[in-house]
């Protein structure tokens, strides 16, 4: 795995990583034996509820008020530095 992930480990640190890994996988291991059956899935430990507001449809900001904050603006739109070749 450490030549996988290009880490360049000496044998000390090689040891160590594979008796965390070893231990990782035994844990993994023993999670396997649980029963889960009947269990639902869980993303959440608690009740997690979204409070949203409800979409308004609303008048768009006039075009002028728009480009009066740009630094520069052409044809409507506003310009900015190119980022990409």
Same mark, same amino acid.
């Given at each position: ?12 640190? !090689?040891? #160590? ?7 990782i ?14 269990v ?6 608690q009740?997690?509820?979204?409070? !949203?507001?409800?979409?308004e ?13 740009a630094?520069?603006?052409?044809? #409507? ?9």
């Open positions: 795995m450490a030549r996988l992930a290009r880490l360049d480990l000496n044998a000390s640190e !090689l040891d #160590g990583f594979r008796n965390d890994l070893d231990a996988l035994t844990y993994m291991e023993k999670l396997n034996e649980v029963d889960t059956r009947g639902g899935v869980t993303v959440h430990t009740a997690v509820t979204a409070h !949203l507001r409800a979409d449809l609303k008048e768009s900001q006039p075009l002028q008020d728009v480009l009066a904050n630094p520069h603006h052409k044809n #409507g739109s506003i310009v900015v530095p190119k980022v990409l070749e």
